[in-house]
């Protein structure tokens, strides 16, 4: 029904940067927020950055200062910006959509298949 597709993950040195990207599609009634989340190995997944379709942002204290998310409601797309990146941000990421449900109201969360981020030192 909702469908995620991501892009911009890779491999980059430490201090340089990414930019990941996600769009939302399919039957989408209202988004009520888009976020990121990652996996490394041996880790349980955690929020890196959320953003609410009003703009209100949340950040993993690991990351504050130095990653930037962004959405364009227009759009249904969400975008964050990874500067100074570090050996341990290596991880899957994941977007993560929360929409509204309509008729049966609530709320329902999709998931990015995962694209990888690699930082080498």
């Known amino acids: 029904q909702v469908q995620l597709v991501e892009s911009g993950g890779g491999l980059v040195q430490a201090g340089g940067s990414l930019r990941l990207s996600c769009a939302a599609s399919g039957s989408i009634f209202s988004i009520n927020a888009m976020g990121w989340y990652r996996q490394a190995p041996g880790k349980q997944r955690e929020l890196v950055a959320a953003?609410?379709?009003?703009?209100?942002?949340n950040y993993a204290d690991s990351v504050k200062g130095r990653f930037t998310i962004s959405r364009d409601n227009a759009k249904n797309t969400v975008t964050l910006q990874m500067n100074s990146l570090k050996p341990e941000d290596t991880a899957v990421y994941y977007c993560?959509?929360?929409?509204?449900?309509?008729?049966?109201?609530?709320?329902?969360?999709?998931w990015g298949q995962g694209t990888q981020v690699t930082v080498s030192s």
């Open positions: 953003i609410t379709s009003g703009g209100m942002t």
């Open positions: 993560n959509t929360r929409v509204v449900v309509p008729i049966i109201g609530g709320m329902r969360d999709y």
